[in-house]
């Protein structure tokens, strides 16, 4: 396909691994598996990080390896980015001399998949309207597991036309649900994260319970999973907990930010949440002890901690 389409040609022409070209910045936990299923439906499939190493799996498969986000964009239509923090996003996207809106041509869309600043997703959205390209605010749900099996939640934020266009790169996925218009995805997400965040403390506040009572764990998790206590988080992190594997599926230091960002946004709107101010104090205390590198699951240190206790030794 010609890069030299005129911005409405790209803008009107439907979506396909023939005439679309795509590019991916962050090729982190998540976003290594979510890019891989669009180079794997067939996707010209352009990627950066800031680690080049971190992408060596994509470019093996045939994605091409791009020096900026600014590049990557030049070879696309569609930019995604999945990184880590708010300054990442703004400077992935806004940058003047590397960031991808200044290196996308016009018509074409930038999606923003990282959990982030809702502000941040509208100023994103009226600079790429300003040159031309639109751009959507569509984080996700369902950590690595679901990035790897294409089962994501996405919450979609800005044009509902462009949104809706974007529904075969979606689906490659996971299930993309329209929110509203630019910001409304990531206010969406962070609803999400709170829901989440107070779901994990009972989840470990039970653990711990449950191994202080003298129970056997991983037989009362069983029990439990199928009745009214059941949830994806006991689906995904009880058993991991119980064999002590950390490894993240999702950074306890991302879902610190996550957490604050609700909290900053709480209190623009005059909300009092106590449970998610809680669960913040306790993901931050683990930040403290030097694992905002663990995946959230590692709650369940924190609140042994608490209590002088550990699940993999027998009950005091």
Not at 95 to 102: E, N, R
Not at 179 to 199: C, D, F, V
């Amino acid at each position: 396909m010609s890069s030299s389409a005129t911005g409405a040609n790209v803008s009107d022409r439907p979506i396909s691994p023939d005439t679309t070209r795509v590019a991916w910045v962050g090729t982190g936990v998540m976003g290594q598996s979510m890019a891989g299923h669009l180079l794997a439906a067939g996707y010209a499939l352009t990627v950066y990080n800031r680690t080049p190493s971190k992408a060596e799996g994509l470019v093996s498969r045939g994605a091409t390896l791009a020096e900026s986000p600014r590049a990557a964009a030049a070879a696309a239509d569609v930019i995604f980015l999945m990184v880590g923090f708010p300054s990442d996003v703004r400077s992935t996207s806004l940058d003047p001399s590397t960031g991808a809106l200044s290196g996308l041509a016009p018509g074409g869309v930038l999606v923003d998949m990282t959990t982030s600043d809702p502000t941040l997703a509208a100023e994103i959205a009226a600079t790429a309207a300003a040159a031309g390209c639109a751009a959507v605010d569509a984080p996700v749900s369902g950590g690595d597991r679901g990035a790897r099996n294409a089962t994501l939640s996405i919450f979609a934020g800005g044009d509902a036309a462009v949104v809706a266009r974007l529904a075969p790169l979606f689906k490659l996925m996971g299930n993309a649900v329209y929110m509203g218009g630019p910001g409304a995805g990531q206010r969406a997400k962070l609803g999400n994260q709170i829901a989440i965040a107070s779901t994990m403390v009972g989840l470990v506040e039970g653990m711990v319970y449950a191994h202080k009572a003298g129970l056997d764990v991983a037989k009362w998790l069983e029990a439990i999973s199928t009745g009214a206590a059941g949830s994806k988080s006991l689906d995904l992190y009880g058993k991991r907990m119980l064999e002590r594997d950390m490894a993240a599926g999702f950074y306890v230091r991302h879902f610190v930010k996550d957490l604050g960002i609700c909290l900053s946004e709480c209190q623009a709107m005059g909300l009092a949440l106590p449970g998610l101010a809680l669960a913040h104090q306790l993901y931050v205390s683990l930040l403290a002890h030097g694992e905002g590198g663990l995946g959230t699951q590692a709650l369940i240190l924190a609140i042994e901690r608490l209590n002088n206790t550990c699940l993999d030794k027998k009950p005091a």
